[in-house]
Nanobody
Framework: VQLQASGGGLVQAGGSLRLSCTPSERTFNNYALGWFRQDPGKERECVAVVRWNGAVAYYADSVKGRFTISRDNAKNTVYLQLNSLKPEDTAVYHC???????????????WGQGTQVTVSS
């Protein structure tokens, strides 16, 4: 089972993107869904997590007030709205599904291949 992430691209600082993620085979309506990002040479960090019912469980301090996570269980899709983008937001963004709404990478069972976000200054 894979999670298909899309919506990445190249954007100028201050711009916006909307990432989407949906599974290839099964439904994840009963799972917590998270967005993680990884820049080469750095650890994969948790950006945002949403509970199965749509309640937000976590935002990284670095994205609070700029990023918004949401989900549409009818469409089996999770979104990440990225606003006021900064060059330091440049990374590959991955979505993941897990049983608990955790910010820890090891708590997630299913992962997507990621989508590249590049923010130019």
């Amino acid at each position: 089972v894979q999670l298909q992430a899309s919506g990445g691209g190249l954007v100028q600082a201050g711009g916006s993107l909307r990432l989407s993620c949906t599974p290839s085979e099964r439904t994840f309506n009963n799972y917590a869904l998270g967005w993680f990002r990884q820049d080469p040479g750095k650890e994969r960090e948790c950006v945002a997590v949403v509970r199965w019912n749509g309640a937000v469980a976590y935002y990284a301090d670095s994205v609070k007030g700029r990023f918004t996570i949401s989900r549409d269980n009818a469409k089996n899709t999770v979104y990440l709205q990225l606003n006021s983008l900064k060059p330091e937001d440049t990374a590959v963004y991955h979505c993941a599904a897990g049983r608990i709404p955790s910010s820890r990478r090891g708590d997630y069972i299913y992962w997507g291949q990621g989508t590249q976000v590049t923010v130019s200054s």
